[in-house]
């Protein structure tokens, strides 16, 4: 914004011709580690009608929820094998050339991309598309058995690799960062969109006692697809469809629905 602001010059009303609209490209194959909302304001109120910023998602993981306020023009370039790479730079140099508008006071930061080729590179149309899960935690959210207030279980990815002189091996899973109450409104507001990620119970590492009731166990599933707490083994009431369930120990793993959190 510093460069746009200092190097690009406006036209003057009956004067000067300004430069052309400057066309940005943002590349993120992640997600904002810092406070982002000065940079959005300050876009926003000094750039928006100066510049015409394209956002592009490198890989299927990266989050441009946050940057989809900024501009309609926001992609996802899933694939990044060699032959999706060279047409993503073609793409970028054609949109370039099309660029042939200068910069007016008070016009709308219009252009025309160059096609869209989808075998490569998507168009979000949506913020339910813009969203991406962060694959570095999983937020498990439950239900008390006791007092049905929510409760999230949070876990953070770690990598672990074993090594010897005849095998390597590499696995993944999530440890246990801890378990936290929520209240009774946090179901109304929360995203309302639908999430269908799940991920596998054999996956997550640790499990935390209900934060509401002190149940010992806050990592039980009934069929309906709730997580809740239990005292252990034996009778227990879910707390989302209401049934009455026998509970008991197992080793089989199940899919459980990740939160957004």
């Given at each position: ?9 406006r ?27 000065a ?45 999706a ?25 219009r ?47 770690q ?46 590492i ?49 899919d ?6």
């Amino acid at each position: 914004m510093n460069e746009i602001a200092s190097q690009v010059r406006r036209s003057v009303p009956g004067g000067e011709k300004g430069d052309w609209k400057p066309l940005v490209f943002f590349m993120t194959d992640g997600k904002a580690t810092d406070d982002t909302g000065a940079a959005v304001r300050r876009w926003k109120q000094d750039f928006a009608m100066r510049a015409h910023l394209v956002v592009i998602g490198i890989g299927k993981y990266a989050a441009l929820e946050a940057l989809a306020v900024l501009t309609p023009d926001v992609l996802r370039l899933e694939n990044t094998n060699e032959t999706a790479l060279k047409k993503y730079i073609q793409w970028i140099s054609a949109s370039i050339g099309a660029q042939s508008r200068s910069v007016g006071i008070g016009e709308p930061a219009r252009v025309s991309l160059a096609k869209l080729d989808e075998s490569f590179l998507k168009k979000i149309e949506g913020m339910a598309q813009a969203n991406a899960v962060d694959e570095d935690f999983v937020v498990v959210t439950g239900k008390c058995q006791n007092t049905k207030l929510p409760y999230l279980m949070k876990y953070e990815r770690q990598n672990h690799s074993i090594r010897a002189r005849s095998f390597h091996i590499d696995s993944e899973g999530y440890h246990l960062v801890g378990v936290y109450p929520a209240e009774r409104d946090f179901d109304a507001l929360s995203d309302p969109r639908a999430n269908v990620r799940t991920v596998n119970s054999d996956l997550l590492i640790g499990t935390p006692g209900c934060p509401h009731c002190g149940n010992p166990i806050a990592f039980a599933m009934c069929s309906c697809g709730t997580v809740f707490c239990v005292q252990g083994a034996g009778t227990a009431q879910c707390p989302g469809c209401e049934r009455e369930l026998e509970m008991s120990a197992s080793d089989e793993a199940f899919d459980v629905v990740r939160g957004r959190g």
